[in-house]
């Protein structure tokens, strides 16, 4: 059982370049998020899904895209690189019963530190 | 809208030093409550949550109560170690939103 994994660890990019970049989990959790981390301002969610075949923008989307092709994979994709976007992206997964109102973790991912030049 | 407010670090303590790291929110409704801790180079893991209102929250030492009335998630322990240092986050939960709400993050520093 690996959990939450992510690829690549580290990415160095050249504004104006493309990457994706990859998270996977093997709990068969219904919800995926991606983060950013930045200093002094804790996480902040950019895109989310529910579900497979969804997803949905969170607090900050702008040059970002995603896709939840298959349940256990969700992607995030930067079309264009902006040295602005040069973080730590988390992605996390959750379990979440609504029936019972019940809300289980969010299980993170290790990181990738992506920098932009 | 939402939001989490947590006190600034670095926190600097010694070991078997007393800590508390406060946490209050705003929330239109009846969120739930978490902390998060992220060691150095991993990411975060969940250290303790409370659902409702009076609940206290507890793992590895560490205790939280859900104070509705002063709309507080404050983080203590006892008896820090050197292995607790970490960064701290406070988080709400809003079922509607779907979404977590996360504080800026606390750095605890515990030296020996």
């Known amino acids: 059982n690996a959990g939450v994994t992510q690829t690549p660890k580290f990415r160095v990019l050249k504004t104006g370049q493309s990457m994706t970049l990859l998270c996977a989990q093997d709990?068969?959790?219904?919800?995926m998020y991606w983060y950013r981390q930045d200093p002094g301002m804790g996480l902040r969610l950019i895109h989310y899904?529910?579900?497979?075949?969804?997803?949905a923008k969170g607090e900050v989307p702008d040059g970002y895209n995603v896709s939840r092709l298959k349940k256990q994979n969700f992607l995030l994709g930067l079309e264009s690189a902006a040295p602005s976007q040069t973080s730590v992206y988390f992605c996390?997964?959750?379990?979440?019963?609504?029936?019972?109102?019940?809300?289980?973790?969010?299980?993170f991912g290790p990181g990738t530190r992506l920098t932009v030049l | 809208g939402d939001s989490v407010t947590q006190m600034e670090g670095p926190v600097t303590l010694s070991e078997e030093a007393c800590l508390t790291i406060n946490c209050t929110y705003t929330a239109t409704g009846y969120p739930s409550l978490f902390w998060y801790v992220q060691y150095p180079g991993e990411g975060l893991q969940l250290l303790l949550k409370a659902t409702k209102a009076d609940d206290k929250g507890s793992n590895k030492g560490f205790e939280a109560t859900y104070r509705k009335e002063t709309t507080s998630f404050h983080l203590e322990k006892g008896s820090v170690q050197v292995s607790d240092s970490a960064v701290y986050f406070c988080?709400?939960?809003?079922?509607?939103?779907?979404?977590?709400?996360f504080g800026s993050g606390t750095r605890l520093l515990v030296r020996p």
């Open positions: 709990m068969n959790h219904e919800y």
């Open positions: 899904s529910v579900g497979e075949g969804t997803t």
């Open positions: 996390a997964s959750s379990y979440s019963n609504r029936d019972l109102a019940v809300l289980d973790e969010q299980f």
């Open positions: 988080a709400l939960w809003m079922d509607s939103s779907y979404k977590l709400i």
